[in-house]
C-alpha cells in the first residue's frame, strides 16, 4: 500500500478530474462510481445531508442525468491532506457555460471538500460538500470580500 503523499494527491485528483469531466456532460455515473455506499452528502440545493449510495443514486439519477452541460471547468488551488488512509481533498471549482450567443462565460464559483477512504487499494468517496464560493445574492449586489 503506497502511503506517499504526492502519489496519493496524484490519484485523488485524478478520480476527482476523471468524475468532474463525466459530470460536465451530463454523466452522473462518473461520481456516483467513486462514492463508497456509506456517503455522505451537501450541497446548496438540499434541505439536509443525502445518506448513503442509494439515496445519491436517485438524487443525480432524478435531479441531474443528462442536465448538465458545462464545456469546460478548472479546479484551483487543490490541497490534499492525507493520513495514508484517509484523505480530504478541498478545491474551488470554476465553471464554464455557454451565453445565449454561443459564447463562453463564467458560471457559479464552488467550494469543494470531499473526503476520500482508501479500502485496499481503492479510493472512495465517503463525505461531499460543496458550496457557493460567494453566494449569489452577494454577488449580485456587487459586495467585495
Do not use: C
Not at 485524478?14 to 456532460?25: C, F, I, S, V
Not at 443525502?50 to 445519491?56: H, V
Not at 488551488?77 to 464554464?96: E, K, W
Amino acid at each position: 500500500m503506497n502511503t506517499d503523499v504526492n502519489t496519493i494527491t496524484e490519484t485523488i485528483l485524478a478520480l476527482e478530474r476523471a468524475a468532474l469531466n463525466r459530470w460536465n456532460k451530463g454523466d452522473v455515473e462518473g461520481s456516483l462510481e467513486i462514492y463508497a455506499d456509506d456517503v455522505s452528502y451537501f450541497d446548496p440545493i438540499t434541505e439536509k445531508r443525502i445518506d448513503g449510495l442509494p439515496a445519491m443514486q436517485e438524487y443525480f439519477r432524478t435531479l441531474w442525468a443528462g442536465k448538465v452541460h458545462i464545456p469546460r471547468s478548472q479546479i484551483v488551488n487543490p490541497q490534499v491532506v492525507t493520513d495514508g488512509n484517509l484523505a480530504v481533498l478541498s478545491y474551488n471549482l470554476v465553471n464554464s457555460m455557454h451565453a445565449a450567443d454561443g459564447s463562453e462565460t463564467e458560471g457559479t464559483r464552488w467550494n469543494s471538500t470531499q473526503v476520500y477512504r482508501r479500502t485496499g487499494d481503492q479510493w472512495r468517496v465517503v463525505h461531499v460538500h460543496w458550496s457557493f464560493t460567494r453566494h449569489p445574492a452577494v454577488v449580485a449586489e456587487g459586495v467585495q470580500g
